[in-house]
């Protein structure tokens, strides 16, 4: 762990490789509530930092920074804290796209991914919340989850021939 000028707690993200991103995590127990806020600010931290750096970053995963519990930290227009999210359903209609990860972060990946999905999950409150996401929140939140069952984007390509470098993302955009 490092702290910037800020004083920010960021984390090392875990790269491709790394066994720790291959396990699944363990959930959240209510018990634990009073460790969470440091976990997020982290996570919240390291995500930062990292968009700063490279231009990109919407999410990252607890087990991203060596944390195996399931948690996700999610900022698109606003901060969004995932405890212990399950997609439980998933739209039949499927989409392809090109997906990048933090874990390695000059690689792209065509997956595919459900239109949409609905999410049960806690909040930093411990209240139960259940979501319906559609489209690029959808795919997000399915990457997200993926990791915290010690799943990356890499064991979801659609085929042996959809990994590009991030320096080909003009070219790969059209295929």
């Given at each position: 762990?490092?702290?910037n000028?800020?004083?920010?707690?960021?984390?090392?993200?875990?790269?491709?490789?790394?066994?720790?991103l291959?396990?699944?995590c363990?959930?959240?127990?209510?018990?634990?509530?009073a460790?969470?806020?440091?976990?997020?600010?982290?996570?919240r931290?390291?995500?930062?930092?990292?968009?700063?750096?490279?231009?990109?970053?919407r999410a990252i995963?607890?087990p991203q920074?060596g944390?195996a519990?399931?948690?996700?930290?999610?900022?698109?227009?606003e901060?969004?804290?995932?405890?212990?999210?399950?997609?439980d359903?998933?739209s039949?209609?499927?989409?392809?796209l090109?997906?990048?990860?933090?874990?390695?972060?000059?690689?792209?990946v065509?997956v595919r991914?459900?239109?949409s999905?609905?999410v049960?999950?806690?909040?930093l409150g411990?209240?139960e919340?259940s979501?319906?996401?559609s489209?690029?929140?959808a795919?997000?939140l399915?990457?997200e989850?993926?990791h915290?069952?010690?799943?990356?984007?890499?064991a979801?390509?659609?085929?042996s021939c959809?990994?590009?470098?991030r320096?080909?993302?003009a070219?790969?955009?059209?295929s």
């Amino acid at each position: 762990m490092r702290r910037n000028a800020e004083a920010m707690a960021v984390h090392e993200i875990l790269l491709l490789g790394n066994p720790s991103l291959y396990e699944v995590c363990l959930p959240m127990a209510p018990e634990e509530l009073a460790g969470l806020t440091g976990i997020v600010e982290d996570l919240r931290d390291t995500l930062m930092d990292f968009r700063t750096r490279s231009g990109r970053g919407r999410a990252i995963a607890a087990p991203q920074i060596g944390v195996a519990k399931r948690l996700v930290y999610m900022n698109i227009d606003e901060p969004v804290v995932f405890v212990n999210p399950v997609i439980d359903v998933k739209s039949a209609k499927t989409f392809e796209l090109w997906d990048d990860c933090m874990s390695f972060p000059d690689l792209l990946v065509k997956v595919r991914r459900h239109c949409s999905c609905r999410v049960i999950c806690r909040d930093l409150g411990w209240n139960e919340r259940s979501l319906i996401l559609s489209d690029s929140l959808a795919e997000l939140l399915q990457h997200e989850c993926d990791h915290l069952n010690g799943i990356l984007a890499v064991a979801r390509a659609v085929d042996s021939c959809a990994f590009g470098l991030r320096s080909q993302s003009a070219f790969l955009r059209r295929s």
